[in-house]
C-alpha cells in the first residue's frame, strides 16, 4: 500500500509540475565599437531580443553580458540582433583575448 502511494504522488507530481525556464547568461565579445553611442545601440538591440531579462554592457572591454530565458531565446537570436544593429557579435570565452 505505501509503496502505491509512493508511486502515485511521484506520478502525479511530475505531471502537475510546470516546466521551468531555463535562464542563461553569456557574454558576447562586440565589434565595431568606436563611438559613445556604441554602448546604448548594442544594449537596446539586444533588449529587444524577446526573452532577455538583462543586459549589461561594458565600453572598456567591448562586451555585452546577457541574461535571457532559453525557451524564448537562444546566442544566435542575441548574435543576430547586435548583428543587424551594425555590431557583429560573438561568444565570449573567459581567457580570450579581446578587445
Do not use: Q
Not at 504522488?9 to 568606436?34: D, I, K, M, Q, S
Not at 560573438?90 to 578587445?99: A, D, H, I, R, V
Amino acid at each position: 500500500m505505501t509503496k502505491m502511494l509512493v508511486a502515485m504522488t511521484l506520478a502525479l507530481g511530475g505531471l502537475a509540475a510546470p516546466a521551468f525556464a531555463g535562464e542563461t547568461t553569456v557574454t558576447l565579445a562586440v565589434r565595431n565599437w568606436y563611438c559613445a553611442a556604441c554602448p546604448h545601440v548594442v544594449k537596446e538591440s539586444l533588449a529587444a531580443v524577446p526573452g532577455v531579462t538583462n543586459v549589461a554592457v561594458s565600453d572598456k572591454t567591448k562586451t555585452a553580458v546577457v541574461t535571457f530565458d532559453d525557451t524564448k531565446a537562444d546566442v544566435k537570436a542575441l548574435i543576430n540582433a547586435t548583428t543587424e544593429a551594425g555590431y557583429p557579435s560573438f561568444l565570449y570565452s573567459e581567457g580570450m583575448l579581446w578587445p
